[in-house]
């Protein structure tokens, strides 16, 4: 009798040990990210953080996949006519997708979700006008829907990754549409909204809870990466702290692709010296890229050719970007009439050339700029470096009132954005093309490609119109900002997306045992 109390002991005692060993393992994977998301309700959030962490909870038709085209998430497959001028794109779906109320996602519950974020006058979501193209959602069957947009445009098809296929009952809607009361069909569900931190519940259990923290400060995230605090950093970190956690830090692994964003030196095509292509092209033969980025930038960025990255399979124009060559700077300048005064500037009919760069004040930013401003003057230029906060930045950038402006375009998903910040017709207040860049060459090719449905012809056509772009320096291409996710050696699956999408976090493996 002893002996099998104590059997019944020592089981229980290990039967304990189990689980509290499984509760162990079922700890969430802790992920830095360097702001909190603006609103983790989908119908409001804009910014990179609330739309991904959206990702993960609720499932759209298509996304974006490495290579910057589109896959299907809901969607077995898609098609695409024309009947006249209204662009179709039937989809037929998925039939095995669940809400997590345990019903089957149907064609209806894609005219219902539509409806919330194009129509719903309760909900008001910011993104109505995003969806005001859309006509009508057809229902073929249960598991095939049509959407007849008014025209087409390059934007339908991926404007439809916003679109997130939900449920909310009817009681439930108010404004503004809170998160907790959207029933969605992703693989994940929130489990705790803060402030500062956003838990994720995995529905299979089979992959890890997340937890997404929110840590500001570099210094800060450094430490807790060391003190095992955070088993992955999603969160921005400048080149010199990378590289000193990569030197110096063991058992952290560091996955960095080149990314999708774009960092250029704007240009006025105004500007009296500006406006002459040759001067221009001298202008980027004074920037040592390589330089820049190996020692700068610790290799933290790729080279950029034009503002699409090797991540637009489609729109890759191959390494195209000028090495830094001042003796061919000094050529052109002399050809287009400059010499230098006794003060080693460059004149021309007895004026010194003076350009005025606006930067906004990061600090990234202002140190590149000084960097390139130096082998500026050292050619011979007058650059007056003008550091400004971001609301005086982006109200003269606008304006056109700059020579040369350090910025970058981010979250762009296709070519449509060149004819938005190159395109005649979009000169402020019309769009963002505010150096004032003219070409019809250009012009004739964007809008070739804007009504162009065939893809092969319409990515043709674009391709042509980036390489004018290219030729005629209607922006100085700087780099490809790398994106950099730095994790436990212990994390397995860690994949990192040019678009820094978390979709890959549904690969993730953490054997961290914490």
């Not at 989908?42 to 962490?53: C, E, L, M, V």
């Not at 009508?136 to 008014?150: C, T």
């Not at 210094?219 to 110096?248: F, Q």
Request: charged residues 25%; glycine residues 4%; proline residues 3%.
């Amino acid at each position: 009798m002893r002996f099998k109390t104590l059997t019944l002991v020592i089981l229980s005692a290990l039967l304990y040990c189990f689980d509290s060993l499984s509760a162990l393992s079922k700890s969430p994977t802790r992920i830095a990210i360097s702001s909190a998301p603006s609103n983790i309700s989908f119908f409001y959030g804009s910014d990179a953080n609330s739309q991904n962490i959206n990702r993960l909870v609720h499932i759209s038709l298509t996304d974006f996949s490495s290579n910057m085209t589109f896959f299907c998430r809901l969607c077995e497959n898609y098609s695409e006519r024309m009947d006249g001028q209204k662009h179709i794109i039937n989809f037929k779906l998925k039939k095995n997708v669940k809400f997590w109320d345990g019903t089957v996602v149907t064609a209806g519950d894609v005219v219902n979700s539509w409806q919330y974020i194009a129509k719903n006058e309760v909900i008001k979501s910011k993104y109505q006008a995003s969806f005001s193209a859309i006509e009508s959602i057809n229902i073929k069957n249960d598991f095939e829907v049509e959407l007849v947009f008014k025209e087409f445009n390059v934007d339908n098809l991926s404007n439809l990754t916003l679109l997130k296929i939900v449920k909310i009952n009817d009681s439930d809607i108010v404004n503004p549409m809170p998160a907790e009361k959207i029933i969605g069909a992703g693989d994940y569900k929130f489990k705790k909204i803060s402030e500062l931190e956003i838990v994720l519940e995995s529905l299979d259990k089979q992959r890890p809870d997340l937890s997404f923290k929110v840590v500001k400060d570099e210094t800060t995230l450094a430490l807790k990466l060391i003190n095992k605090e955070i088993d992955l950093s999603l969160a921005n970190i400048s080149p010199r702290k990378y590289l000193w956690l990569k030197e110096n830090v063991k058992g952290l692994q560091f996955i960095q692709t080149e990314g999708t964003n774009y960092q250029y030196i704007g240009i006025n095509h105004k500007n009296e010296y500006l406006k002459d292509k040759d001067f221009r092209r001298a202008l980027s033969l004074l920037i040592p890229r390589k330089k820049i980025s190996k020692y700068k930038l610790k290799d933290t960025v790729t080279l950029s050719s034009s503002m699409f990255s090797k991540a637009f399979s489609d729109f890759y124009l191959g390494e195209l970007f000028d090495d830094y060559n001042p003796k061919e700077a000094l050529e052109l300048f002399t050809k287009l009439g400059y010499k230098k005064n006794e003060a080693g500037v460059l004149t021309k009919n007895g004026k010194e050339v003076v350009l005025t760069w606006r930067v906004s004040n990061n600090k990234s930013a202002i140190e590149t700029a000084e960097s390139i401003k130096t082998f500026f003057e050292e050619a011979g230029l007058r650059v007056n470096l003008m550091v400004q906060e971001w609301g005086t930045f982006i109200r003269n950038y606008k304006t056109g009132n700059f020579d040369m402006v350090m910025s970058q375009w981010v979250g762009f998903t296709g070519p449509g954005l060149l004819r938005y910040i190159f395109h005649s017709q979009t000169i402020p207040p019309n769009g963002a093309n505010r150096g004032f860049f003219v070409n019809a060459k250009f012009d004739e090719f964007v809008d070739k490609a804007t009504s162009e449905i065939n893809s092969t012809k319409r990515n043709n056509y674009y391709k042509e119109a980036l390489k004018i772009s290219n030729e005629q320096y209607s922006y100085l291409n700087l780099w490809h900002p790398n994106i950099i996710w730095i994790g436990r050696s212990c994390l397995q699956g860690v994949e990192v997306q040019p678009n820094g999408s978390f979709l890959s976090l549904l690969n993730l493996v953490d054997n961290c045992g914490k």
